[in-house]
């Protein structure tokens, strides 16, 4: 290997790597609303992505995340609708420089419009006539789902505009928001139920839309406000006028906006708002600039993600200093032992904050954190708060315990076992995988979860009260509970006890690759267990691989091959497996092709005819693959139809007669080429 070879090697694992994580990030902020990291340190990761695939273009990807916007289609029960104008995202900035930067680049004495950023979701109105026609969401930017049932619960949306003045076409696009004080009080609710909370307004908002239930929709309450509006011949020749238009009309649309024309006005608005934000009703994220003259605008243009004619600018997170009081420790499923501060409380992004994550070791030494120090505390989308820094401040209370320097425990702090730091990870862990509580009941949790073996009934509460009356001490005693076991807990009902025996009878046809993954090994997640189930059809094949015939299985690494290697020289584990084998569970099976991409998603297709390069099983499994349905029958829901020679005659009259277009083998294989 020559030098340079040696130093691009690992760049090129980066870039790869990056696309990897970005690409699950925009996964688990569009379509699970679970975001896993801050805007910010998204916007970093991108920005590095872009450098690197600079530096090797060789290594271009149209698919790369740096290539097209995040997407939330997938969910089920909305007709998806191809936007007339792709609907794209905005450059973020977070500095004067930044912003400078952007207004070089445009005309000299221009005009720019600022505006408040929401943080929700957008939306794009459309209205033909005067009547509300569709509500569609971003979807991937070129198709979103009609989501207009639920838009029409918002009071301030108008159904109809009557007036003799609109246009005959008209889309206005806006932003979808969950006021805080609903926020509040559907966590709470959410609370009392032991369901999930919502991260943050944005995550709950976009759950809400995707509801398919009106009503529900309606009693959460929803709002819009809405920032632009296109389409062909429409009135005035500014963003700003056609905003004043909608107003007229009887849209929601911001009191905040003005018309700047410097960089210090602009510096000015964002400081003003930066304060006053925290009085508004609902969530903003920053504000935004555009250009104001159309015509601008249009000679700007587009980059393939963004407009060049408007950028945002983002708020820094909001911070607070206060009083660490204390650090705990505790201790996750997998027995990683994350050291959590215990603060004086303190008033941040509309909650109070008691507890935030100290990450690990070595952020605690790095910054000689200690009890009775005054720390920064942060929320960025997480529902966690997690301590940033430290101030120099003499603290208040000299007697308060531990000024002395902080060491880490070498104990697990719930059962006593010595803890070990794998060479290379951060963190410390408790090596105690089978008798220390909270890895157990972690382990049975994400067991009976819903994407595991789906067990209802059995939540975190139950699991810890049958845990502590030892009755449940692992995976496979849940097979082993009595009625009489659950109906005789005080707070356990028989209707509860009949539930829980009911959802764990069906979890006995729980497929294997299901199975695989509930087990919990460490780092086999759903996605991997389902690779592994498809070249291991059953457990007793699976337990005899090597680690390098596991490596082979794509996704699978020399880490999660040894952690597979690992589980089942375990003696315990493979105890616990046979009684599970013996329970019913379904050890073995064929996993199920799951789509590689969404080209043809939410397109109804059919075969007809004779084919020439695949069987028409092969075209079966290729429309499967990229996320599409094969459909039997011509009907008004067909998208179209892939002709072979010689299409039945009376398939290809249907087809006529409903207009759905015939496409050929050759145009097939266009539209999917990766
Ligand atoms: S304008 C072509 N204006 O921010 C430009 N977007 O990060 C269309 N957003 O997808 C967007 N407030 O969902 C615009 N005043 C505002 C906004 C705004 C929030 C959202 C919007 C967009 C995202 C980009």
Redesign the pocket.
Known sequence: MDLFSEIEEPEREELKRLRKELEEQNYKYYVLNQPTMSDREFDEKMHRLQALEALYPDMFDPKSPTQHVGSDLGKKGFEQVKHKYP????A?SYSREEIEDWVRKLPSNVEIVC????????ISLWYEHGVLVKALT?GDGQQGDDVIANIKTIPSIPWRIERNDVPDFFEL?G?VLLPWERFEALNKAREEQEEPLFANPRNAASGTLKLQDPKEVARRGLDAYL??MIGENLPGTTHYERLETAKAWGFHISDAIKVCHSVDEVMAYIAYWDTERKNLPVATDGI?L?VNDLREQEELGYTAKT?RW?I?YKFPAEKQLTLLKEITYQVGRTGVVTPVANLEPVQLSGTIVQRATLHNEDFIKSLDIRPGDHVWVEKGGEIIPKITGKEEKPTPDPSLKGRQMFSFPTHCPECGAELIRVPGEAAWRCPNEAGCPPQIKGKIEHFVSRKAMDIEGLGEETIDLLYRQGLLKNIADIYDLKPEDIASQERLGEKSAQNMLAGIKASKQVPWNRVLFALGIRMVGETTAKKIAKRYHSIDLLQWATAEQLCAIEDVGPQIAENIVKYFEDLGNLEILERLRQAGLQMEGEAAEEPTSDKLAGKSIVISGTFSHHSRDEYKALIETHGGKNSGSVSKKTSFILAGENMGPEKRKKAEDLGIPLVSEEEFMQMIEL
Do not use: F, I
């Open positions: 609907m794209l995202s905005l973020n505006e408040l950023k929401y943080d929700g979701l957008s971003r696009r932003e920032y632009y935004v555009k407009p408007a945002a």
